[in-house]
């Protein structure tokens, strides 16, 4: 509030000048921070604050990750998953793309379908055809590595 709207020389040399007798002005009369915001400063927490105090919903400390969690994604539509173009600049490269059959969603992949470029497929689950329909597009073994649950299927001179 501007001082200007405010006549505090009404109250100067009267004695506490407005504020008691006792403290005369001191301390923190409605406590300190949020004190009182469930009992007497409850008017502004309600308004300005909504939803501040209390818990929701409860705690599922019993529910567990769907174990049988595996979207599948057949060998046809693998090139999908891997964006526009990148099919075309692997096609002549000796390099190998990775799609990443996880991240957009996919669990296992099946073998419906053919694969004519070599791709390194990053999933939890392959069926074996599948594994071995993209060991017979890359011309060579495979190697699997298992980090972090994620099945890596690496297809020799990829890297």
Same mark, same amino acid.
């Given at each position: 509030?501007?001082? =200007?709207?405010?006549?505090?020389? $009404? *109250? =100067?040399?009267? &004695?506490?000048?407005?504020?008691?007798?006792?403290? *005369?002005? %001191? @301390?923190?009369?409605?406590?300190?921070?949020?004190?009182?915001?469930?009992?007497?400063? %409850?008017?502004?927490?309600? *308004? /300005?604050?909504?939803?501040?105090?209390? @818990? &929701?919903?409860?705690? +599922?400390?019993? #529910? $567990?990750?769907?174990?049988?969690? %595996?979207?599948?994604?057949?060998?046809?539509?693998?090139?999908?998953?891997?964006?526009?173009?990148? %099919?075309? +600049? /692997?096609?002549?490269?000796? $390099?190998?793309?990775?799609?990443?059959?996880? +991240?957009?969603? /996919?669990? @296992?992949?099946?073998? *419906?379908?053919?694969?004519? +470029?070599? &791709?390194?497929? =990053?999933?939890?689950? &392959?069926?074996?055809?599948?594994? @071995?329909?993209?060991?017979?597009?890359?011309?060579?073994?495979?190697?699997?590595?298992?980090?972090?649950?994620?099945? /890596? #299927?690496?297809?020799?001179?990829?890297?």
């Amino acid at each position: 509030m501007p001082t =200007r709207l405010h006549h505090n020389r $009404k *109250k =100067r040399g009267h &004695v506490s000048a407005g504020h008691g007798r006792v403290g *005369k002005h %001191r @301390k923190h009369p409605g406590g300190r921070g949020l004190a009182g915001g469930q009992h007497h400063h %409850r008017i502004n927490m309600d *308004k /300005y604050h909504p939803g501040y105090f209390g @818990k &929701v919903g409860m705690r +599922q400390f019993h #529910l $567990k990750n769907n174990v049988n969690w %595996r979207p599948v994604v057949n060998l046809d539509q693998i090139w999908t998953l891997a964006g526009e173009g990148v %099919r075309e +600049q /692997y096609k002549n490269t000796e $390099k190998v793309p990775v799609i990443d059959a996880l +991240q957009k969603g /996919y669990g @296992k992949v099946l073998a *419906k379908g053919t694969i004519s +470029q070599p &791709v390194i497929v =990053r999933t939890r689950f &392959v069926s074996r055809l599948a594994e @071995k329909k993209i060991k017979e597009a890359g011309g060579g073994k495979s190697y699997f590595f298992f980090l972090n649950s994620p099945m /890596y #299927l690496i297809i020799p001179g990829s890297c």
